[in-house]
């Protein structure tokens, strides 16, 4: 059985919530004190069992472990790409001062022959 009741203010009917003591009017919005002869009992709550705990996965127990056998791997990954950052900037340095060096003394050596001719 619903129990409804008139706003003081606009005379619109209103139907309150169970377990409420206040409520807004719906047609104008005013807070309305419900009448006691218009409250409805709230329901009692059913206590529910609380959920079962999640078992871990595999993955999870694991997870150290699986971790601590990639780290040896990351470390070596990590390595690699230190010494290949440092060989691409040492290959084509090296080379650039070989490259130099060589026509500095090819240079050097044909010169005496290059005055001989000359000559």
Do not use: H
Request: glycine fraction near 6%.
């Amino acid at each position: 059985m619903t129990k409804i009741f008139s706003c003081p203010a606009c005379g619109g009917p209103n139907e309150p919530d169970a377990g409420e003591i206040r409520m807004i009017c719906s047609y104008c919005g005013v807070n309305l004190t419900i009448p006691e002869e218009a409250r409805i009992r709230a329901k009692p709550k059913v206590e529910s069992k609380p959920p079962k705990a999640m078992s871990t996965s595999r993955l999870e127990k694991e997870a150290p472990d699986l971790l601590r056998k990639a780290q040896p791997i990351a470390i070596k990954a990590w390595n690699t790409y230190a010494y290949w950052t440092w060989i691409r900037w040492l290959l084509p340095t090296c080379l650039t001062i070989f490259m130099v060096g060589f026509f500095i003394c090819l240079a050097f050596g044909a010169l005496p022959f290059m005055l001989n001719l000359f000559r």
